[in-house]
C-alpha cells in the first residue's frame, strides 16, 4: 500500500460518515485508512458501511491524548507515505492523487495542498461549490490546467536553478505552513503527505506530554529535517468548525481561550528542537509568538490584577521572550518591541499602559475611520460610561421584535405591572415609531445612545428575543425572556446544520441566553424543548404565555367589538384571520424581499363575501408588496397591525401554515385550516419540525384555494372531523393558559 491515512476517532459518527465518505469518493484507491478509536467503541456499523470502497484497519487504544492516538496510528501504518486525517473533516476528490503524484514524481520530502476552513457538512459545501466550479469549467472549456494558477507562490524566477529552487520551496513551506496560519493555534500538521522513511529516520514523532499543540513540534521538525517539498493550492482539505462548541467541541474549540500553559509548554518543544533562534523556522515561529502575546496576553494581564497572571504567569512569558531571535523582534513593529522589553522586565505597569494606550488608539482608528464609526462609538460609550454608572433600580426596560411593535409578551406583562404597582416603576419602551401606550413610559429608538445607556443601566430588562451579542450582564441586573412562541422549526441546539443563520448561531446563542435569569414556557412541550435546545437550566416560569390572557379575559366579546370597530369591519362579517410563515428562500437579494401569495383572493370573494372578510397577517419585510386593488370591503391588509393576539380575537377561522400562531389561536378552540401548497419542500428541505404535520395538526392540510373555499363553506363538518385531534392539542399545547401568566410573571420576577 503507497499511503497510511492516520484517524483518531472520538466518537463523532456524524462527521466520520462524511470523512470516509470523501476518502471513498477520491480520485485514487492506493491507500489504507488507519482508524484508531480513542476511548470509545470502534463504530463497526459505519466500517462495515465503506468496506468495499475503501480499506480501513481499525484499532483501539484507551489513549485519549492526540498526540498518543497518531504515533500509535503510525505504528500500524504500512505505506511508503502518510498523512493525517481529523475524524471531523474531509477531503476534496482529487486531494490525495494531487500530493501522491507531486511527491513521487519530484521525489520529495513532502508535499502538502490547502486547509480551506467550513462550518458545514460535506454535502452543503460541495453544494456551495458546485457553481464556482461550473463557472471555473465554462472559462476554460478546453480543460486545459495552468500549473502556475494552482501553485503556491515560491517566489521562483525563470533564471533560477533546481537548488535556488529547491531552497525557496522549503522557505514557502515555513511561510504557508507557519507565517500564512490565521494564527498560531491554526499551526498544523493536516493537510499534508509526509515520506515516511523521512519521519522514521529522523526519529519525529508527536510529544505525547502535550495534551493540546503538539502539531508545533512534529511540523517543524519535519521542516527542519526535509531537504525538498512543493504545495498546491488546488488540493484541498477541508477542516470543518463544529457549530456546536458546547456538545461537540473540535479539540481546538475544547481548549477555550485561557490555554495559556499549554501553549508555553508546546513551545518549549519547538525551542528545543529547532534550537537555531536565527533560522527561518523560528524567526517565523517566534513572530507568530510575539502576536498571540501582544494580542492575547497583554491585555490579559492589564485586566486580570488576578496573581495566577501577574504572579505565576508573567515570569513564564518573560522567559519566553528571552528566547526569541533577534530577527523575529526586529522585524515586529516599535509596539510590540517595546511590550517585549516591558515582558522581559516583567513590568506590570509598563505592560498594561502599552496594551490599554493601543486599545485606546484601536477603539479612536474604527470611531474617526471606520466604516461603523458611530456605532462603534456608541459601543464604546456603553462599555467604558454606561456600564460603570448606577444601575436605576426602579427602571423596567421592554421589547418586543427588536423595537418593531408595541406588542406580545412584554406588552401585557408592561400593562398588567401598572395595574398591580402604579406608580412603582418607571418605563423605558424600545420603539422605532413613536407609539401611543396607555400608561406613561419613555419611548427610545433602537441602537440609539440612549438605548445603550438603558440597556446598561435598567435593572428590569423584559425582552422576547434575544439581546445584542455586546450585552454585559450586570450584578442585580434581572432579565426576563419571554420568548416569541410555541416552537414548530428546529431550535438551536436541536439543529443539525445551521445554514440560513450565522455559523456561529449555536454559539452566540448559547452566550447570550447564560443572561436570561427566568424564561417563560407557554406549556410543557416547550419547557422541555426549551430546556434542551437552549441549554436552558435557569427559572422556568410554567404559566403560559402573557400575550395570551387575552384570549381568556372575562370581558373578549366586548375588546373583540371595539377592535372590529377600530379596523374597520362590519359588525355582521366573520372574520378569517390568514396568516402565512416567512419563507427562508423568499428574496430576490439581500434586502428584497418576495411572497408569492398562492392564495386565491379573488376566488375567495366571489365565493365568501357575502358572509366573510379576510384579513392579512404577513411577515413585515413584505407588508408593502402585497398589491388588494379591487378586494377592498373583502379583504383588510393588516400585516402592520402591531398586536396579532388582537386579531386572533376577532377571528372566527385561522388560515396558516408552519407559523407558530396556530398554537397561541388554539386557545380560542375556533377553526383552523392549514394552506401547506409547500409542505415536502418546507418540511424537507428549509426546515425541520418538532411535530408530525401530517397527524398531529387540529386541522386539514389543504394544498388549492378550491379546498380552502370548500372546507370554509363546511366548517362544522371540518370541526367535528377534527374534534378530538383538537382536543388533545389543546391539553397539550395550551393547557397552562388561564388568563393570568402576566400576573404570576410579574409575581416570579418582580420581588
Keep these: 500500500m503507497d499511503i497510511s491515512i492516520v484517524v483518531p476517532y472520538h466518537g463523532e459518527d456524524t462527521y466520520l460518515k462524511d470523512c470516509l465518505l470523501s476518502l471513498a469518493e477520491q480520485t485514487v484507491t492506493n491507500f489504507e485508512v488507519i482508524l484508531v478509536a480513542s476511548g470509545t467503541d470502534i463504530p463497526e456499523d459505519i466500517i462495515s458501511s465503506f468496506g468495499d470502497r475503501i480499506n480501513i484497519k481499525a484499532y483501539h487504544t484507551d489513549k485519549t491524548i492526540v498526540a498518543a492516538v497518531r504515533n500509535e496510528g503510525m505504528e500500524y501504518a504500512s505505506g511508503d507515505y502518510i498523512m493525517f486525517l481529523d475524524c471531523d473533516d474531509y477531503l476534496a476528490v482529487d486531494f490525495i492523487e494531487k500530493l501522491y503524484n507531486m511527491v513521487t514524481s519530484e521525489g520529495l520530502d513532502f508535499s502538502f495542498g490547502k486547509l480551506e476552513n467550513t462550518w458545514y457538512k460535506r454535502s452543503i459545501y460541495l453544494d456551495q461549490n458546485s457553481e464556482k466550479v461550473q463557472e471555473e469549467e465554462d472559462e476554460d472549456e478546453s480543460g486545459s490546467e495552468d500549473d502556475a494558477d494552482r501553485q503556491f507562490d515560491f517566489e521562483i524566477n525563470p533564471g533560477d536553478d533546481a537548488e535556488q529552487i529547491r531552497i525557496k520551496k522549503l522557505s514557502g513551506a515555513c511561510k504557508y505552513l507557519i507565517s500564512k496560519r490565521k494564527t498560531v493555534q491554526n499551526i498544523s500538521v493536516l493537510g499534508i503527505l509526509y515520506k515516511k522513511s523521512l519521519i522514521k529516520d529522523n526519529g519525529i514523532s508527536f510529544d505525547e506530554d502535550l495534551v493540546y499543540y503538539s502539531d508545533w513540534s512534529f511540523l517543524v521538525r519535519v521542516i527542519a529535517a526535509s531537504s525538498c517539498c512543493d504545495g498546491d493550492k488546488e488540493a484541498l482539505y477541508i477542516k470543518r468548525t463544529h457549530n456546536d462548541p458546547i456538545h461537540m467541541p473540535s479539540l481546538i474549540q475544547a481548549i477555550g481561550k485561557d490555554d495559556f500553559e499549554h501553549r508555553v509548554k508546546a513551545y518549549d518543544k519547538v525551542t528545543g528542537y529547532v534550537t537555531d533562534a536565527e533560522s527561518e523556522i523560528r524567526v517565523r515561529f517566534d513572530k507568530k509568538m ?197 416552537p414548530l422549526k428546529k431550535l438551536v441546539f436541536d439543529m443539525e446544520e445551521v445554514v440560513s443563520a450565522s455559523p456561529m448561531y449555536k454559539k452566540t446563542f448559547y452566550i447570550q441566553s447564560r443572561s436570561w435569569d427566568y424564561l417563560v414556557a407557554a406549556n410543557k412541550f416547550s419547557e422541555e424543548v426549551f430546556k434542551r435546545a437552549f441549554v436552558y437550566d435557569k427559572p422556568m416560569l410554567k404559566y403560559g404565555y402573557p400575550r395570551n390572557d387575552i384570549l381568556h379575559a372575562d370581558n373578549r366579546d366586548s375588546i373583540a367589538a371595539s377592535i372590529k370597530k377600530k379596523v374597520g369591519i362590519p359588525k355582521d362579517k366573520k372574520v378569517i384571520l390568514y396568516a402565512p410563515t416567512w419563507r427562508d428562500d423568499e428574496y430576490y437579494e439581500s434586502g428584497k424581499y418576495k411572497f408569492d401569495l398562492k392564495l386565491d383572493l379573488r376566488m375567495m370573494q366571489k365565493k365568501l363575501s357575502d358572509e366573510y372578510v379576510v384579513i392579512l397577517r404577513t411577515h413585515y419585510f413584505i407588508a408593502d408588496n402585497l398589491d388588494v386593488t379591487g378586494l377592498e370591503g373583502f379583504v383588510y391588509n393588516l400585516s402592520k397591525y402591531d398586536d396579532i393576539a388582537e386579531l386572533y380575537l376577532i377571528s372566527d377561522i385561522l388560515i396558516t401554515d408552519y407559523s407558530s400562531v396556530f398554537f397561541d389561536y388554539a386557545n380560542l378552540k375556533r377553526p383552523m385550516l392549514f394552506f401547506t401548497y409547500d409542505l415536502d419542500k418546507y418540511r424537507d428541505v428549509l426546515r425541520g419540525f418538532y411535530i408530525d404535520m401530517e397527524k398531529e395538526l387540529p386541522g386539514p392540510l389543504l394544498f388549492t384555494t378550491e379546498e380552502i373555499i370548500d372546507s370554509i363553506e363546511n366548517i362544522n363538518t371540518v370541526n367535528a372531523k377534527y374534534a378530538s385531534i383538537y382536543n388533545e392539542f389543546y391539553d397539550r399545547f395550551c393547557g397552562w393558559e388561564d388568563g393570568h401568566a402576566s400576573e404570576n410573571c410579574i409575581k416570579a420576577v418582580f420581588k
Design 290 to 486: 510575539i502576536s498571540y502575546l501582544a494580542s492575547e496576553v497583554g491585555p490579559a494581564i492589564r485586566k486580570n490584577e488576578e496573581k495566577i497572571w501577574r504572579k505565576k504567569r508573567l515570569p513564564l512569558i518573560s522567559e519566553m521572550c528571552k528566547q526569541f531571535g533577534s530577527e523575529a523582534v526586529k522585524s515586529s513593529g516599535f509596539y510590540r518591541k517595546r511590550l517585549i522589553k516591558a515582558f522581559i522586565c516583567e513590568d506590570v505597569k509598563k505592560i498594561s499602559k502599552l496594551t490599554g494606550n493601543k486599545n485606546l488608539r484601536n477603539w479612536a482608528v474604527m470611531i474617526i475611520k471606520g466604516p461603523n464609526r458611530l456605532k462603534i462609538a456608541k459601543e464604546f460609550t456603553y462599555k467604558h460610561r454606561y456600564l460603570k454608572q448606577p444601575m436605576l433600580d426602579n427602571t423596567v426596560l421592554l421589547e418586543s421584535f427588536f423595537g418593531k411593535s408595541y406588542s406580545d409578551s412584554p406588552k401585557y406583562i408592561f400593562e398588567k405591572l401598572n395595574e398591580m404597582y402604579p406608580g412603582k416603576y418607571e418605563y423605558v419602551w424600545i420603539l422605532d415609531k413613536k407609539t401611543e401606550l396607555p400608561y406613561p413610559a419613555k419611548q427610545i429608538k433602537r441602537f440609539s445612545f440612549a438605548y445603550y445607556k438603558y440597556m446598561a443601566r435598567s435593572k428590569y430588562i423584559v425582552f422576547n428575543s434575544r439581546q445584542p451579542k455586546w450585552f454585559v450582564k450586570r450584578k442585580n441586573n434581572v432579565f426576563l425572556e419571554t420568548w416569541h412562541g410555541t
